[in-house]
């Protein structure tokens, strides 16, 4: 059984969908804990509701950095987990804290890495002419948005698309591919091999 912590900083839709999957395809796994760096994120309200423990690290109230990244490191490593899943946190994870936790920490970005890292990626798809947008799940290395990629999902970018529909339509997508690459990483079904993510064979695999 897989002990999984998410971090989250608000909404916390992705955080929904993955305590979903978790009980209706019953994986091996149980969300240990949802850590937030802010005390009004909505997703933590969900989490109680589902008897999942909660804790916050305010950000705010650490002087730097690295007294922020060491505090979320204690509380995560309190629950021993074996996957580490950042769920819209929006706070950016220093090179020590990456490095205690190396291999099982995982992201959703909401753009087709590696174009686009950092913020706005919706705003900056749209008035680049994309024709197609999306959303990764990738492991989490020392570089912001840059780790090895494990799943993506593709949308059209319509004509009259709005940075909000079309953040609704990767949202929508987000929602299936993260499940799907999380059950991966819960029966350890990810290998990497040069450089590039591969899935095991028999994993289901959804083109999307
Ligand atoms: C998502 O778009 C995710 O890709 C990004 O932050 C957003 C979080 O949304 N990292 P939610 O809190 O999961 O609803």
């Known amino acids: 059984m ?15 969908s993955l305590v979903q999957a978790c009980a209706a395809q019953a994986w091996p796994a149980r969300i240990a804990a949802v850590v937030s760096n802010r005390p009004d994120a909505a997703g933590l309200e969900f989490a109680r509701e589902c008897g999942i423990a909660t804790r916050i690290v305010n950000h705010r109230e650490f002087a730097t950095r ?58 900056r798809a749209l008035q680049a002419g994309c024709k197609v947008a999306g959303a990764t799940v990738h492991f989490v290395t020392h570089e912001v948005d840059h780790g090895p990629i494990i799943a993506q999902a593709v949308v059209p970018v319509l004509p009259d698309d709005t940075e ?9 997508r987000e929602h299936l591919i993260y499940p799907m690459a999380l059950a991966w990483l819960v029966r350890d079904a990810l290998y990497i091999e040069n450089g590039s993510v591969r899935v095991a064979t028999g994993e289901a695999q959804w083109l999307l």
């Open 66 to 123: 690295e007294a922020f990244d060491a505090a979320l490191a204690e509380t995560i490593a309190s629950y021993a987990p074996d996957i580490l899943a950042l769920a819209g946190f929006m706070r950016i994870l220093g090179a020590d804290f990456v490095r205690r936790f190396a291999g099982r920490i995982v992201n959703i970005h909401p753009s087709l890495l590696p174009a686009f890292t950092g913020l706005h990626t919706h705003q």
């Open 164 to 172: 909000e529909t079309l953040a609704q339509r990767v949202l929508a």
């Open 2 to 16: 897989k002990s999984i912590v998410i971090l989250i900083s608000g909404r916390g839709s992705n955080l929904r």
